[in-house]
């Protein structure tokens, strides 16, 4: 396969672009330290051998294809349920024990060529028969043109019965930003497709700067979802409205969803009473070592569950990716219960 082909694809491109750049640091690296041993050897007068250095260079640049092909061939397929139980005073009673899957950044390109392990991942989520499902955006990573193909799957995905359904928003790869050889009016175009795909094709609940109310009995609560509004270091689309979205009566009890979490920390957190908001965005770079990933000192809300006061954020780190690769960060499922807190 010629390195033309096997890399006609975005995420493709991004890999095996990710791939020299590392590796080029890798072998730099080697040889600064050797230069700069030999600085130091000439005045020293002690002889500095340049094997040690050229071997580092080999086995730094053997582990990092070694990383590159695990990521590639198995890391972005093994997901993971991650279960989360929240306890919240306002939660309303009817509400207590509900069972909500949060997925996100599903990036549906990534997965071409294995649609079955999506549509896998699609069968795990209706087995856990969740009250509602909630995604919080990127279902695609260029155009428009990713939909058709994934059709026979995302329309499999189902909340149990006599559940609420499937609530999204938009993510910034939704508003087609990347497209960069289409023009403006291509692009909006895709957009608009998109949004009928998920609202008639799907059936879910797209919620674009606009609010649901889901009741039980005489209880209800509310599900907010929110524009991308990115409000970070790295600010792509800001077109959320949460004023707008909340309304002027948001319920006793909310939850906000959104696709950039640094949106929680600058819009949310003691400005609102929004008790519970669902994000993801980060994919937590794709790279987790030990619970630590890069991405962390771009968004201090990364990956997991985040807690301030009453308010808390759940980051989710996403299914699919922009590109097709994953160590660590294993693709996500979040099965968050519900409980109201006893005195």
């Not at 079955?116 to 043109?145: K, Q, Y």
């Not at 928003?169 to 175009?189: F, V």
């Amino acid at each position: 396969m010629s390195l033309l082909s096997f890399t006609k694809s975005t995420p493709m491109k991004f890999l095996v672009i990710s791939f020299f750049l590392v590796a080029l640091l890798l072998t730099i690296v080697p040889h600064v330290a050797y230069l700069i041993a030999r600085a130091v050897g000439s005045v020293t007068d002690t002889h500095v051998r340049y094997r040690p250095f050229a071997f580092a260079n080999i086995i730094a640049v053997a582990l990092w294809a070694l990383v590159i092909a695990y990521g590639y061939y198995f890391g972005r397929f093994r997901h993971e349920v991650r279960q989360v139980e929240m306890e919240f005073d306002n939660l309303p009673p009817a509400f207590d024990g509900i069972r909500l899957v949060h997925i996100s950044d599903i990036h549906l390109d990534s997965w071409t060529g294995h649609e079955a392990v999506l549509d896998t991942i699609v069968s795990h989520i209706n087995s856990l028969n969740p009250d509602i499902i909630c995604f919080t955006g990127d279902l695609v990573s260029i155009r428009a043109e990713e939909l058709q193909r994934f059709r026979h799957i995302l329309t499999r995905l189902h909340t149990r019965p006599g559940g609420y359904g499937i609530f999204s928003i938009l993510g910034n790869h939704d508003y087609m930003p990347y497209a960069y050889k289409d023009n403006p009016r291509q692009r909006s175009a895709d957009r608009r497709q998109l949004v009928a795909f998920e609202q008639d094709t799907l059936g879910w609940h797209l919620l674009m700067n606009h609010r649901a109310v889901l009741r039980r009995g005489d209880d209800h609560i509310t599900v907010i979802g929110c524009e991308n509004q990115s409000v970070g270091f790295h600010s792509v689309i800001r077109r959320g409205n949460l004023r707008k979205a909340m309304g002027d009566n948001p319920g006793i009890f909310s939850i906000l969803l959104t696709h950039d979490p640094t949106q929680w920390r600058k819009e949310v957190v003691g400005k609102t009473a929004i008790p519970l908001t669902l994000a993801g965005h980060t994919h937590a770079m794709q790279f987790r070592v030990c619970g630590i990933t890069p991405v962390k000192l771009v968004y201090p809300e990364c990956d997991g569950l985040y807690t301030e006061g009453p308010q808390r954020l759940y980051v989710n780190i996403g299914l699919g990716g922009t590109m097709p690769w994953r160590v660590g960060a294993t693709p996500e499922i979040t099965l968050i219960t519900l409980r109201r807190k006893t005195p």
